[in-house]
């Protein structure tokens, strides 16, 4: 069915009624998806297809246990905040997020997998969006867990020199401070949340070069 020889017309989000989908576990605030600039297509069958675009900031719960060879996994919590009833329903279109236009230039992390659910929690319609990361952990062996590892080859040997060696308190003095400035170093790269595997190495390294 066509009027005026037009089968569909373009019309901005903000006159047609849409669900008030928005992202629950945003980072900084609470808003709807999509913009004032965003257009709807209305067909003459009465199907409206929208197509929001939106830059999100997520927060995502950190297990650093095996720093830096550690994986994550960030979900992305959309709900239709105010439907309290089984008047909306909330279909996934695929089995995970589409990397098309997904541009890997980020130097620490790496996409491993995505994967999508949904479910509906007290009424209220909820999908969420599982990003499987991995940390590149180049940079990091190579200035971190390479010189720790030298470093306790190095410590081993304070237990070789002669106790009455006149060098022994110097060379642990200098093993136990480059240990500190290596636990200084990790610890401002690590998120403030339980410790991870290579802290507690720099913490006995630490014991046995004191």
């Known amino acids: 069915m066509f009027y005026g020889n037009a089968d569909y017309i ?8 849409k669900p008030d989908l928005t992202l629950k576990n945003g980072f900084t605030k609470l808003t709807e998806l999509g913009s004032s600039v965003i257009y709807v297509d209305v067909q003459s069958t009465g199907n409206v297809s929208w197509y929001p675009f939106e830059v999100f900031e997520s927060k995502c719960e950190i297990d650093i246990t095996y720093f830096p060879f550690d ?10 905040w105010s439907t309290k009833d089984l008047s909306i ?3 996934l279109g695929g089995e995970g997020v589409v990397l098309l236009d997904y541009a890997d230039d980020n130097a620490e992390w790496t996409i491993v997998s995505t994967s999508a659910s949904q479910y509906s ?8 969006f599982t990003l499987n990361l991995q940390r590149n952990a180049g940079f990091y062996v190579t200035n971190i867990i390479v010189p720790v590892i030298l470093l ?8 070789v020199l002669p106790a009455d060696s006149g060098e022994k308190m110097g060379y642990s003095i200098t093993v136990f401070l480059a240990f500190t400035v290596f636990l200084t170093i990790v610890s401002s790269e690590l998120p403030k949340t ?17």
Not at 72 to 79: G, R
Not at 152 to 159: A, K
């Open 10 to 17: 373009k019309v901005p989000q903000d006159d047609v009624w």
């Open 71 to 80: 994986r994550q996994a960030c979900q992305l919590i959309f709900v239709a």
């Open 89 to 91: 329903e909330v279909k």
């Open 121 to 128: 929690s007290d009424l209220v319609p909820k999908v969420t």
């Open 152 to 159: 306790g080859i190095l410590n081993f040997f304070t237990f």
């Open 194 to 210: 339980s410790g991870s595997m290579l802290g507690y190495y720099l913490i006995f390294q630490l014991g046995m070069a004191k």
